[in-house]
């Protein structure tokens, strides 16, 4: 069982990725694309399985994210990068939900795979788009030292942040296990592919029995 998320670090206010000191894992999501993938998936599967489905479990699919990458058991720190628009301020499909109180500054610890901290970052179209924005933060983790595996979950389905990324990382060190995260599979490139569904469908507690 994941532990309750607390809070150990301090607020991390800045857009400025730069100056941050990331770990050698690093999870970097769309955090609008997911909570949308998460509600269709709670419409579509609540008629099939006639039952309530309670909102995703931040935590639970973060170490099911981190499993996918690569993540094997052990003492690890990971890193999980929520970039948001700016008119969000709440997660309507996952628990804990609030960007500000709930998730930015935030850890949890899982028992097998060890510490996530947790940092959420608004963005403004006016000022840079969230695709860019994420296709940024994403070169400034593939480019760091010390970072060993990224895992990224775009919005695949509209925008070009998943032709901006594929593209960005081709220059990327083979060294560096990347693995981005979609609802179907889509032109690779220099990087894994992983079906996203299955790390929500978890962390939404949709067995695989109850779909059968």
Same mark, same amino acid.
């Given at each position: 069982?994941?532990?309750?998320?607390?809070?150990i670090f301090a607020r991390m206010n800045s857009l400025n990725t730069n100056n941050i000191k990331w770990s050698e894992n690093v999870i970097i999501a769309d955090a609008d694309y997911i909570d949308k993938v998460a509600?269709?998936?709670i419409v579509n599967f609540e008629r099939i399985i006639n039952r309530r489905i309670q909102p995703a479990d931040m935590a639970q699919w973060a170490v099911c994210i981190a499993l996918?990458?690569?993540?094997?058991?052990g003492e690890h720190e990971?890193?999980?990068?929520?970039?948001?628009?700016?008119?969000?301020?709440?997660?309507? #499909? *996952?628990?804990p939900s609030d960007y500000e109180k709930d998730l930015n500054a935030q850890a949890f610890k899982d028992p097998r795979l060890g510490e996530f901290v947790i940092s959420s970052y608004p963005t403004e179209e006016k000022m840079v788009g969230k695709d860019d924005?994420?296709?940024d933060v994403a070169r400034t983790v593939c480019n760091a030292?010390?970072?060993?595996?990224?895992m990224i979950i775009p919005n695949?389905?509209?925008g070009d942040a998943y032709d901006q990324l594929r593209d960005m990382l081709r220059k990327v060190d083979d060294e560096k296990r990347v693995t981005l995260f979609a609802m179907q599979p889509l032109p690779g490139? #220099? *990087?894994r592919q992983e079906i996203l569904g299955y790390s929500l469908m978890n962390a939404l507690g949709i067995s695989a029995n109850e779909i059968k």
């Open positions: 069982q994941v532990t309750k998320i607390i809070c509600f269709d998936l996918d990458g690569g993540l094997r058991e990971t890193q999980l990068v929520l970039i948001h628009s700016q008119q969000s301020k709440a997660m309507q #499909n *996952f628990r924005f994420l296709v030292k010390e970072v060993k595996r990224v695949s389905e509209e490139g #220099n *990087f």
